[in-house]
């Protein structure tokens, strides 16, 4: 905005139940400092109430952070971020929230199925089935914000692969483990939490071979199945890892488009993408909004 005032989300927890005709009285763990612009309120399956607070201050634009690690990370399943950095490679595993809390949620939900349609007891136990679901979010919610915030913490430039989950999601083996990943709002995370530090978040070619190119001597290998986790380079002889030699040559990928401002060089010469291919892009912040500097909601239990 001309005025210089920005438009930015709190979160604030509120224990009370909630009453439509009666004061509310919160417990506000953090104070909203602005003007208060609009006040959305919505209630979750559980039978929570959210209310969103949007609302006007003074801001800064942030600088552009010109020091710290350039990481390139490699997303998967088995580890959930494989992340290199230049001198050393850091896996993250996958905590596979959905999988710790199967056993449970299949059992409550098989109780939920026995209960007589339209009854006071199927409305009252959808509630406990809800509550599991919103169990797992959170957990998801709170190991993505942390990671991230991680990440960015020390970091300049991040890099990753511009993957096509909704394509991905279609193989019927791996969609459940691809959907518990949440790869697309990991992204977001990192975008918004980037923008608002003066850093930058670099998305390469979803095309780019980087599990089948030697990061020591740019060779490509011809094949290379998902059941391979190492593999030898027939022209150099370098012992690779699959998913920590993905994520060097993404960060390589990546230096590379940084240098040529934003066009991307294949690591081998050539063009490594289809023509109906997605390009690589430099992401300062998310797609569809633009990244909120505090996200703050208001929440109360009870009906």
Avoid at 161 to 173: I, T, W
Wanted: positive net charge; aromatic residues 6%; contains cysteine.
């Amino acid at each position: 905005m001309n005025c210089g005032k920005t438009n930015r989300f709190c979160r604030i927890s509120v224990l009370n139940a909630f009453q439509t005709q009666s004061e509310l009285s919160s417990k506000i763990h953090r104070a909203v400092e602005g003007k208060i612009k609009t006040v959305t309120v919505s209630k979750t399956p559980s039978g929570k109430y959210l209310a969103f607070i949007l609302i006007e201050r003074e801001g800064e634009n942030p600088t552009t952070v010109s020091e710290g690690n350039i990481y390139g990370i490699d997303l998967g399943i088995k580890h959930f971020a494989v992340v290199a950095d230049g001198k050393k490679v850091s896996k993250y595993d996958n905590p596979r929230h959905l999988a710790k809390h199967e056993k449970n949620l299949k059992r409550k939900q098989k109780k939920l199925a026995h209960k007589q349609k339209g009854s006071k007891s199927r409305q009252k136990y959808r509630k406990v089935v809800a509550k599991v679901y919103e169990r797992i979010s959170n957990s998801r919610q709170d190991f993505l914000h942390k990671l991230s915030h991680k990440l960015v913490s020390d970091s300049q430039v991040v890099i990753i692969e511009n993957l096509h989950v909704k394509g991905m999601v279609r193989n019927h083996k791996l969609a459940k483990a691809i959907s518990d990943c949440a790869w697309g709002t990991f992204t977001n995370f990192l975008a918004y939490k980037l923008e608002r530090k003066g850093a930058k978040l670099v998305e390469i070619d979803r095309w780019f071979p980087s599990s089948k190119l030697c990061s020591n001597c740019f060779c490509q290998a011809s094949e290379m199945p998902l059941d391979v986790r190492e593999w030898t380079c027939h022209h150099c002889g370098t012992r690779h890892d699959r998913d920590g030699n993905a994520a060097t040559n993404i960060r390589a990928e990546g230096l590379r488009m940084l240098k040529t401002d934003g066009s991307a060089v294949s690591a081998v010469g050539g063009e490594v993408r289809p023509s109906w291919g997605r390009k690589s892009v430099l992401r300062h912040s998310p797609v569809i909004t633009e990244a909120p500097a505090l996200c703050v909601v208001l929440q109360v239990s009870g009906e």
